[in-house]
Nanobody, 119 residues
Framework: VQLQASGGGLVQPGGSLTLSCAAS????????IAWFRQAPGRGREWVSC????????YYADSVKGRFALFRDHAKNTAYLQMNSLKPEDTAVYYC?????????????WGQGTQVTVSS
């Protein structure tokens, strides 16, 4: 099982980025898809999760109203659209396939993609 996360980069405060999480060897539709992030010197933080067939989407309070998680089923890809970015959003972002959004744990992980918010 392999996930590929991409789309990170350097952006100014207030800017936007869209991260992608693609699967090449299995169908994302059968899994809940979560995003986590880890800032330097801090533990891994759960950010958002979309349940199977998009029936529910959950966000951490720190990103609610600014981030949006959605899937493109035809492309077998999940996206995390990040708007109004703040310096405190700087972290390595990871996507993960999981069996239950409520557990806030990943089962299959992608490699991280760096997001840096700085002027």
């Amino acid at each position: 099982v392999q996930l590929q996360a991409s789309g990170g980069g350097l952006v100014q405060p207030g800017g936007s980025l869209t991260l992608s999480c693609a699967a090449s060897t299995f169908t994302l539709d059968y899994y809940d898809i979560a995003w986590f992030r880890q800032a330097p010197g801090r533990g891994r933080e759960w950010v958002s999760c979309i349940s199977t067939w998009d029936s529910n989407i959950y966000y951490a309070d720190s990103v609610k109203g600014r981030f949006a998680l959605f899937r493109d089923h035809a492309k077998n890809t999940a996206y995390l659209q990040m708007n109004s970015l703040k310096p405190e959003d700087t972290a390595v972002y990871y996507c993960a396939a999981t069996t239950d959004c409520g557990l806030r744990v990943g089962v299959y992980w992608g490699q991280g993609t760096q997001v840096t918010v700085s002027s």
